[in-house]
């Protein structure tokens, strides 16, 4: 019988929410995306020589979240919120 083993790294987790108006009604509309990486060996930084840290997988994630632009499209009500 195999046994596998299985690992659970901690996951650092940052929620961006974007705030738009509708391209068909013109209501305000909220977005929200979530970001994350986990901390772990194979989670190196640019230079490939270590693995990062859980402050330096912490800014990655955070910077991810703050260049996140949903384009105009997005905005538009998804569940018939508007008449179109």
Known sequence: MITVT???FPEVRVRAKRRGPCTV???RV???KYFA???NPL???ASGSRAKTAAE???AVQAE???WDPAPEVFDHVFG???S
């Open 25 to 27: 009604c013109g209501r």
């Open 65 to 67: 979240a703050d260049a």
């Open 37 to 39: 990486q986990t901390v």
């Open 43 to 45: 989670n190196k930084v």
């Open 6 to 8: 299985t690992t659970r």
């Open 57 to 59: 997988v912490r800014a």
């Open 30 to 32: 909220d977005r929200i």
């Open 81 to 83: 919120g508007c008449a």
